[in-house]
C-alpha cells in the first residue's frame, strides 16, 4: 500500500443517492469489505471499472503480503 496521499473531486450531477457508495469504499479500506463487493454492485452505483494492471499487480502483492 501507498504511503502518499491523493486529492478527489466528485461532482455528482444530477444529485443521485451515492451514501453507500462511499461507505463500501470506507469499508474497502478499513479491511471490513473486498474490492469483489464493490465490483458486484457496478451497476447499483453504475461505476464501472475496467481491467488495470496495475491494480492486478498491486492487489497480487497485497495478497501476497497477507500471507
Known sequence: MSDSGADLLI???P???R?????????IRAGEATVEEL???QDLFDNHFLES???RDAREEAARSEL
Open 11 to 13: 461532482v455528482i450531477t
Open 15 to 17: 444529485g443521485v443517492e
Open 19 to 27: 451514501f453507500d457508495y462511499f461507505r463500501l469504499l470506507e469499508r
Open 39 to 41: 465490483l458486484a454492485k
Open 53 to 55: 494492471s496495475s491494480w
